[in-house]
């Protein structure tokens, strides 16, 4: 099963509509990035969450952490075209400690969200 | 400030040859990490480097190296290429990665024929 379980794998929404993506991890969240990505391009930085509660919000996005749920969420509001692409979580699973920690670097991803926006 | 750059963007290769990706992280940046994007197994971490040290390492077979030059620039090498080595190959740069931001490049599409 997967580590980091995204949902729903793909949303069409009409341009306007808010929208929710959820990541759901298996493990114990230390942190946890919100990506998104063009089809075959890089991903771009969304947000970072860290402590549980935490709350950030860009422009018309809001990601949150649950870190009772092992969850968070990825919240737009008044969709436009221009959000389309592929949404990715990423969790770091481990928590950093002293040398030798396997935290270093290792993002963990889940499948990803494709999400279609029609003007 | 320039974001993180990787070199070439599209490759294409023979099985059995070795190849070379090139990564500039973020200017400050110490920490490098590489992962290879394929649509069956989605984003999978291959290893990070910190200040020229390999700190960890994801579980892919040994044809995958890497290392870090003291300007903080990553290489990272396939050798004996295979068909199953075609994927976006992804770098991401952060300044020291442990639950810091982490800025990703454009990758390097790699197509092994």
């Known amino acids: 099963s997967q580590e980091l379980e995204q949902s729903p794998q793909s949303l069409i929404v009409q341009e306007g509509k808010n929208l929710t993506i959820n990541c759901t991890s298996s493990?114990?969240?230390?942190?946890l990035y919100w990506y998104k990505q063009k089809y075959g391009e890089g991903l771009i930085f969304l947000m970072m969450?860290?402590?549980?509660?935490e709350e950030k919000s860009h422009e018309k996005i809001t990601a949150k952490l649950d870190e009772k749920k092992q969850q968070s969420s990825l919240h737009i509001t008044a969709s436009q075209p221009s959000h389309a692409g592929i949404y990715l979580c990423?969790?770091?699973?481990?928590?950093?400690?002293?040398?030798?920690?396997?935290?270093?670097?290792?993002?963990?991803f889940g499948q990803g969200t494709i999400l279609t926006v029609h003007p | 400030k320039a974001g993180v750059t990787q070199t070439p963007r599209y490759l294409i290769k023979t099985r059995g040859q070795q190849v070379t990706l090139s990564c500039s992280p973020i200017s400050g940046h110490r920490s490098v990490s590489w992962y290879q994007q394929t649509p069956g197994q989605g984003l999978q971490f291959l290893f990070e480097?910190?200040?020229?040290?390999?700190?960890n390492k994801g579980n892919f077979p040994g044809r995958f190296s890497g290392r870090q030059f003291s300007n903080s620039r990553s290489e990272m090498n396939v050798s004996t290429l295979e068909l199953g080595d075609s994927a976006l190959y992804l770098c991401a740069s952060s300044w020291h990665n442990v639950n810091t931001e982490a800025f990703f490049g454009q990758g390097t599409r790699l197509t092994v024929v």
């Open positions: 969450l860290q402590k549980g509660g």
């Open positions: 990423g969790a770091v699973h481990h928590q950093f400690a002293r040398a030798g920690g396997t935290s270093y670097g290792k993002l963990t």
């Open positions: 493990k114990t969240l230390y942190g």
């Open positions: 480097y910190f200040s020229e040290t390999q700190r």
